[in-house]
């Protein structure tokens, strides 16, 4: 039965890590990093989402910038206030929650945000840093993946390790990150051939594709590290709501050596490398060494 990764208890402990960091940066610079989160409309999960990631930044001892806008919000308005953020000495993070409604374009607007200030890591220029082995600011959930991968085995050196899924979200960074940790990297996908039989060679399998549940014992090599990005809500026979993942997690459980569990795994993660990045690019702005984070 595989052990299971707990992303719950290493977030914990990395927010710990943080909050030391902070007040660093406050004893020896007087500066408090600050988080400026802007969120367009109310969609329902990005609401809790919003509220959790200003909750736990103000935790950590971090200033918490909250900017609610109305669905109806222009695209040339947006931009406004990311340039006033840009501008802005007290923020050092800037994160734009997607989805964005329709009439706005998306890759524009995470393209004006400050590189330096992008802790979603998802400016082409921090991509492009990340592909060609810069220092950038990586996308949060493929960071919380090599953390949680690391839990199991502190050196991946020389792992066979598989993506599934090929988003620039986690597939394409999270890829990257493997390859500067030494492993030997195939990315896979929904067009790949013999998809099982590629799965079953991997040390370490990231299952990123989107699809409940797709990750069935048979792909798993014995013992593998196996990390599940998915996340998707089922409704039971008694009209019970249950998150799962993208791993059939009972039945691959019998068969990996380590797991991470849905909810509970990656997705606490996510939140605490975001934190995260927002203090590496206070450092950074501040002419300050990277935190051993």
């Known amino acids: 039965m595989a052990q299971i990764i707990d992303g719950k208890l290493t977030a914990k402990n990395l927010r710990a890590q943080i909050a030391v960091e902070v007040q660093k940066l406050k004893d020896s610079i007087g500066v408090t990093p600050g988080l400026a989160v802007v969120l367009v409309g109310a969609d329902g999960a ?10 736990q930044t103000s935790e950590v001892g971090m200033n918490s ?8 919000t222009t695209e040339a308005e947006l931009l406004m206030l990311i340039d006033t953020l840009n501008n802005d000495p007290s923020v050092h993070g800037i994160l734009v929650q ?12 995470l393209s004006a945000i400050l590189p330096a200030k992008d802790v979603d890591g ?20 493929p960071v919380g993946c090599v953390i949680l991968a690391k839990q199991a085995k502190a050196d991946l050196t020389g792992l066979n390790a598989v993506v599934i899924g090929r988003s620039n979200i986690v597939g394409k960074p999270v890829s990257q990150l493997l390859l500067n940790e030494n492993c030997t990297v195939t990315i896979a996908h929904s067009r790949s051939q ?15 594709a989107g699809q409940c549940e797709m990750v069935k ?19 039971n026979e008694e009209g ?8 059939a997690y009972d039945e691959v459980a019998e068969v990996a050596g380590y797991i991470t569990p849905v909810p509970g795994g990656v997705g606490p993660m996510t ?7 927002s203090v590496v690019a206070c450092c950074r702005l501040h002419g300050q060494s990277d935190p051993d984070l």
């Open 46 to 55: 990005s609401e809790v989402y919003v509220k959790n990631k200003a909750k």
């Open 65 to 72: 910038f909250e900017h609610r806008l109305p669905e109806e």
């Open 98 to 109: 997607l989805p964005l409604p329709k009439h706005i374009d998306d890759k524009k607007i």
């Open 122 to 141: 998802f400016h082409p220029i921090n991509a492009g840093m990340l592909a060609t082995g810069g220092s950038a600011l990586v996308p949060c959930t």
């Open 194 to 208: 013999n998809l099982a039989e590629i799965v079953k060679r991997a040390d370490l399998v990231v299952a990123a």
């Open 217 to 235: 014992a048979d792909w798993i090599k014995p013992g593998a590290i196996v990390i599940d990005v998915g996340i998707h809500r089922t409704v």
């Open 240 to 247: 019970k709501t249950k998150l799962k993942g993208d791993v």
């Open 271 to 277: 939140i605490a490398c975001l934190l995260r990045n």
